[in-house]
């Protein structure tokens, strides 16, 4: 997939998210931090953990419509892996290597990619 992607950094809740969304295929990532967005791995974690996780952490999420004879919006969710960030004074890099699971099966797959160049807001709008 290659898909248009934005970081917001959310600064009351500590977190960035990242999203690519295009239609009805998506991926989410969402940076828990200790107090600023760092450049340092990130462990992936299932997002039910994530309150009680060490800080930096991640979790991330995934959707896209699989086609065929049961046409149907294929879900998955992070169980481990590895979010490297790099952060510039510009904007955030890095690269994923996620294990997600299906949300509705036993299903379970591999997501490897790179994000490059994409500038961080700071909002608090989104940020719950």
Known sequence: ???PATVRWCPVTRT????????DTGVAIVLYERDSLTSVPHVVIQPDAA???ARPA???VMRW?????DTALAMYRSTRGTVR?????EAASGDVNARL???????SLVVTGTFRNLPVAT?????T
């Open 51 to 53: 309150a009680a996780a």
């Open 85 to 89: 960030l790099r952060i510039t004074a």
């Open 123 to 127: 909002t608090a709008a989104g940020c």
């Open 65 to 69: 419509v699989r086609l065929g004879s």
């Open 58 to 60: 991640s979790s991330m």
């Open 1 to 3: 997939m290659h898909l």
């Open 101 to 107: 699971q299906s949300t509705s099966g036993t299903d």
């Open 16 to 23: 960035g998210i990242l999203e690519a969304v295009s239609g």
